[in-house]
């Protein structure tokens, strides 16, 4: 029987791919709710396009600020990963001598 060791190791493309998702759910997902509760808001008040484009530029701004978050989160694990491959490359040139 074949030992299944692809849910420990996912395929090269598919962290690239959830994180693509990821991004464009940040982005997306605030704006289309901006953009109907703005329309929404201007029927109501009368304020057109007031409130439509300030819920769109809230939302854009939330949407700023959650990629920015995200791509701290990434950095911040490639800068893990980096170092962890610096110290296993250290330990293994160290046993070598």
Do not use: H
């Given at each position: 029987?074949?030992?299944?060791?692809?849910?420990?190791?996912?395929?090269?493309?598919?962290?690239?791919?959830?994180?693509?998702?990821?991004?464009?759910?940040?982005?997306?997902?605030?704006v289309?709710?901006?953009?109907?509760?703005?329309?929404?808001?201007?029927?109501?008040?009368?304020?057109?396009?007031?409130?439509?484009l300030?819920?769109?530029?809230?939302?854009?701004?939330?949407s700023?600020?959650?990629?920015?978050?995200?791509?701290?989160?990434?950095?911040?694990?490639?800068?893990?990963?980096?170092?962890?491959?610096?110290?296993?490359?250290?330990?293994?040139?160290?046993?070598?001598?």
């Open positions: 029987m074949k030992n299944n060791s692809s849910s420990s190791n996912p395929p090269w493309w598919q962290p690239g791919l959830l994180l693509f998702f990821r991004l464009s759910g940040y982005i997306a997902i605030p289309i709710i901006a953009v109907f509760v703005g329309k929404w808001l201007d029927e109501r008040y009368g304020t057109e396009p007031w409130l439509f300030l819920s769109v530029g809230l939302a854009f701004i939330v700023m600020f959650s990629l920015i978050r995200e791509a701290m989160k990434e950095f911040k694990k490639l800068e893990k990963m980096d170092s962890d491959k610096k110290d296993s490359a250290g330990k293994s040139s160290d046993k070598n001598n």
